[in-house]
């Protein structure tokens, strides 16, 4: 499984912006799609993920604020990110669960909140 993020830049607080996922591969084997994020100086964290059959899940950070989706003829998931504040700034990772335990990443992209 090859994934492909997309989307990144520089948004004011307050702002939006859309961070896009392509899926390549083995897709068929996938069961979960997600984003994490890695701010400067702390650990990769869980920002939301989304199940093959639709069922979502999000930090409480975000809750409210980002909606994540998926596109199933495009093999794309998307984080709609809302409101978005200064401490959301970090790079994005995409991220995939096969139905065999397989986990996958793709490269980041950045996001930079400024206030």
């Known amino acids: 499984v090859q994934l492909q993020a997309s989307g990144g830049g520089l948004v004011q607080a307050g702002g939006s912006l859309r961070l896009s996922c392509a899926a390549s591969g083995s897709i068929l084997n996938i069961n979960i799609l997600g984003w994490y994020r890695q701010a400067p100086g702390k650990q990769r964290e869980f920002v939301a993920s989304?199940?093959?059959?639709?069922?979502?899940t999000y930090a409480n950070s975000v809750k409210g604020r980002f909606t994540i989706s998926r596109d199933a003829a495009k093999n794309t998931v998307y984080l709609q990110m809302n409101s978005v504040k200064p401490e959301d700034t970090a790079v994005y990772y995409c991220n995939a669960w096969s139905r065999n335990g397989g986990n996958f990443w793709g490269q980041g992209t950045l996001v930079t909140v400024s206030s």
């Open positions: 989304i199940a093959t059959e639709g069922g979502t």
